[in-house]
């Protein structure tokens, strides 16, 4: 198992002259300890069930308290184990004697190292399964926001090629205006060449202007009649 909460509990007879820090189970204590947890773990259902929505998801005393995971009536469960082996009481001192004095207080209250395994054995599935229930909730979010962004990117893409029309029917029209002003301004410059050049026969100053003209295009020899 990859959670060995029993390497903490497994009781180890030191020979002696040596010291117990760092020392191991026997073989056969450490496959007992191993079979006693997988017994342990296997009495737990492997997804946890919650009664009641859990409002504040980084409270993990309502996620417990959803899975119905109670403390008992000794009052020993792995989180008061985990508050005491950090307790100045027994920081600092070495893995046995923590490990020994929890023992002690558990014989004490008439509790079972069993019953304290298995409180967190049950307090770890339900925080898995609460992740997992967390996981499919933000994988729900996420797919239903891709998809709302992929409506908005097409809507913007319809409204962008739909003013983009716009545009080029506005650009199309003053350029059919600049087109329709030319070709009369052309019109004009010769109707206004015609005028000149029949006025120039009977003036020395040709009052008719030709829009666009070079000075002096305009036949100014011609006198005027007498």
Known sequence: MSKKWYNLFVTVDTPAGESGEGAEAPQGERADAARMVAEIAASVPAVSTFSAPVKDPTSFAEIYNAAEIATPQHGYTILKIASMLQSEHLRGLSPDVKRSSILVALEAAGAKIDDVIQDAVRRDRALDSFETLLAKSRSAVEASKIEENRKIEAEMNQMLAEYRARIQANNDAVAKENERFATWQAKKQA????????????????PITVSGAPAGSTNSAAKPAK
Not at 192 to 197: F, K, L, V, W, Y
């Open 191 to 206: 109707e206004e060449r015609t005028i000149a050049d029949a006025v120039s026969y009977f003036v020395t100053e040709n």
